[in-house]
């Protein structure tokens, strides 16, 4: 059975840096679209970025483009999230998922609805 765990979540001042990584465990991902997600308290789970399964098409948010870049290295079978230049209103915790389709597409999948299979979240906080 996979596993997804994510590391490199802390506390960061406003304008500052942290990467993000996604590791499988038990297994690989590398025909899959992969995806970041987060969740502030109170407020619903969105997509942040996702990537294809080859890693050629990209999708992000309009609140963080220019900002984040999504990257995988399927030989490692770990899935980056680069975050600069952070805002306080990128406080979040952080989850990495795998979509539920083998080899699906980025268009028309970055919904969240279209995982199946979920880290268990780090925390990211912005200092103002």
């Known amino acids: 059975q996979v596993q997804l765990v994510e590391s490199g979540g802390g506390l960061v001042q406003a304008g500052g840096s942290l990467r993000l990584s996604c590791a499988a465990a038990?297994?690989?991902?590398?025909?899959?679209?992969m995806g970041w997600f987060r969740q502030a308290p109170g407020k619903e789970r969105d997509t942040v970025s996702a990537?294809?399964?080859?890693?050629?098409?990209?999708y992000y948010a309009d609140s963080v483009k220019g900002r984040f870049t999504i990257s995988r290295d399927n030989a490692k079978n770990t899935l980056y999230l680069q975050m600069s230049s952070l805002k306080p209103e990128d406080t979040a915790v952080y989850y990495c998922?795998?979509?539920?389709?083998?080899?699906?597409?980025?268009?028309?999948?970055?919904?969240?609805?279209?995982?199946?299979?979920w880290g268990q979240g780090t925390q990211v906080t912005v200092s103002s």
């Open positions: 038990g297994g690989t991902f590398d025909n899959y679209v």
């Open positions: 998922a795998r979509q539920r389709s083998w080899r699906g597409t980025v268009v028309g999948g970055t919904a969240a609805r279209e995982y199946d299979l």
């Open positions: 990537i294809s399964w080859s890693g050629g098409v990209t």
